[in-house]
């Protein structure tokens, strides 16, 4: 069920009317266990497509109780190898060839997103950060809630219980209007922004990626470039719009969804960007990666002075496994490598600097206006470059690598982050100089005669758009 599909509008109504009609909170996780039963169905044409996802939740639920009953390190440690092993043989890695696959097509869509809460719930019992046990309907409504299921946000048990249990209502005048002034601003960010930008990029990639249409080297270089940041742009819209769509329709079912993004174009560095883009990703192997691997490699090489170069190699682990998460064919893994030498090159220059200007010096250069825009327009170029990885399988990225060489490919980096610093800055430039009417259009967002114009406004323009491309942008990252 697409979220831009007029099925999923009408899904969403139904749901909250019929969940609102009494206060019990037993009928509540009735109807949302309902809701989601439906959405998965929705996604299977025959019954046994099924299958391998309840074995998936049935064999994690047991691992889940069987820690909670032991709460042994050995307990979590067979639990979590089971989970990863069947994991990794549901989604079909290239490793393992198709000898032992199953035989069918089946539903592997969320099963990644499954995995990391499955993951966390084993470790989080094992550490006593949850301590009751935990129902088979909380289970499954956690695990496949209808709003996260396809790709996040990926939120703890702990704030998922909390909100379903003691949530608000959500039913007063101002909270309705704000949930839903949230789930047009998805809608807009999805099918206008990202439906335009993607209908750019399909057509310029088509061209780059077909031999006998590809430009000279020159040339091709520049609209590699195009490519990269407008698939950069369809991806940033229309994955935040998603979690706008799905953050303000778990308002109106009373949960608080975590956000996802924090205004990633304006990080100063790769892993500052990490920090705001896919943020409960990034969050979730910050804790359950890269602090256990610290603790690990401190224990092993006690020495303080080693301690950031450590750092080093453990932020190029844990990206390179976050890299690796996003697909399952050969192409991912060079991902991975990317975002690993991307947050290790980052982490190793700061120590570089600091060793080098000491901590005021480097601080002092950390502020100056063109290094900042330097290095805001060479992060935004370098994930523009290492997300070509999502949108080429393996045979486009070696053609795009034969044609352009070493040579064209640094001049694409060179050309992205260029564009993308001169962008920033234009931008910083533009909306500085518009804080008066940023004032004023404050008005807009409000609840009353201006906001209900400028959300009838926005809704119209939806339509339109929609009608031009006839189809809206699917969700991307629902294949990950």
Known sequence: MEITSVSFLGFVVGVVIVFHLFPSQAYRWSVLAIANVIFLGTYISELQQIGPLLAFLIVSYITIELVHRHRSGVAALIGISLVLVTYVYLKKFSFLG???TLRFSYLVVGLSYILFRVLHL??????RDITESIKPLAFFNYTCNFLSFVSGPIQLYQDFAQSAYHGRDGRSGDFVFHAFR?????????????????????????RILTPGLAPESGRLVAEYGFCAITYTIYLYFNFSGYMD???????????????????????????????????????????????????????????????????????????????IWHGTTMVFVIYGLLMGAGASANKLWQLIMVDRLGRQGYRALSEQPLYIY???????????IGVTCLWVNMDQLRWLWNALGPAGMSSALLLTATVCGVAIFLQDFVLLRARKWFAWAAVLSQRGVFGN?????????????????????EFVYRVF
């Open 122 to 127: 084993i470790i989080d019992i094992r550490g």
């Open 98 to 100: 198709d000898i032992y």
């Open 245 to 323: 769509i799905v953050i303000g329709v778990g308002r109106l079912l009373g949960q608080d969804l975590p956000e996802n993004f924090n205004q990633p174009f304006l990080a100063r560095n790769f892993l500052e960007f990490w920090t705001r883009w896919h943020m409960t990703l990034s969050q979730w192997f910050k804790t359950y990666l890269f602090n256990p691997l610290m603790s690990l490699l401190i224990n092993r090489v006690p020495q303080p002075a080693m301690v950031p170069y450590l750092g080093v190699t453990a932020f190029f682990i844990t990206f390179f496994v976050m890299g």
């Open 453 to 473: 114009f400028w959300s009838a406004a926005q809704i119209l323009l939806i339509l339109m758009v929609s009608t031009f491309f006839h189809k809206a942008p």
């Open 374 to 384: 330097s290095c805001r327009g060479l992060t935004c170029g370098f994930f523009a």
């Open 182 to 206: 949230r789930i047009i601003s998805g809608y807009v960010k999805v099918i206008i922004i990202s439906g335009i930008t993607n209908y750019l990029f399909l057509h310029a990639s088509e």
